[in-house]
């Protein structure tokens, strides 16, 4: 359908003012909320996304606790569960014409395996795992960044350790972000 403000082509070419854009994103943040809130599916992954707005835009983590929720222990290969989950999430953001940036962070434990493997391989492989399942819910070039960060930002700094800094971020950017960027 299409949304009051007018089909995407419009709103496109209209350049969407900042005000509007974020509008856009809180509205879809909530759309999510509401879609995890009733899908016996995601019920129990729920307490680890967490959906807020940042300055860059949108920002939807994927955050580990103590065993491993989305992913297999230790590797980049994704639960089936986090599949659907993640094709799920990726419906949702398809009706934005927003550029998407997909993020894979660590923590500080280093990653023991023969060669040279490390935590920076693992976090990128874990956002291009994440970026697959997501690709093809989306239109041609909505994601435009696939980035790993290793334990270089961690969510609880001063734990470097602790499992809730193994995370993969979705960020839905605001066009002033994307600008910023740009210039």
Known sequence: GISPEGPP?????SGADAPSDRAALE???AMLEAMLDRSPEFK???DQIEIRMTDDG???ELIEKTDSLFFDSGSAVLKAET?????AIGRELATLR???VVEGHCDSRRYSTSGNYTNWELS?????AARRAMEPELPDGQIDGVRGYAATRLRVPEDPLDPRNRRVSI???NRAAVTKTAS
């Open 44 to 46: 129990g992954l729920k």
């Open 124 to 128: 990128v492989d874990r956002a291009n």
């Open 83 to 87: 599949i659907r989950l993640l094709q």
């Open 58 to 60: 949108l920002r939807i």
């Open 27 to 29: 509205q879809k943040a």
């Open 98 to 100: 927003n550029h998407i």
């Open 171 to 173: 960020v839905v950017r």
């Open 9 to 13: 082509s419009v709103r496109e070419k």
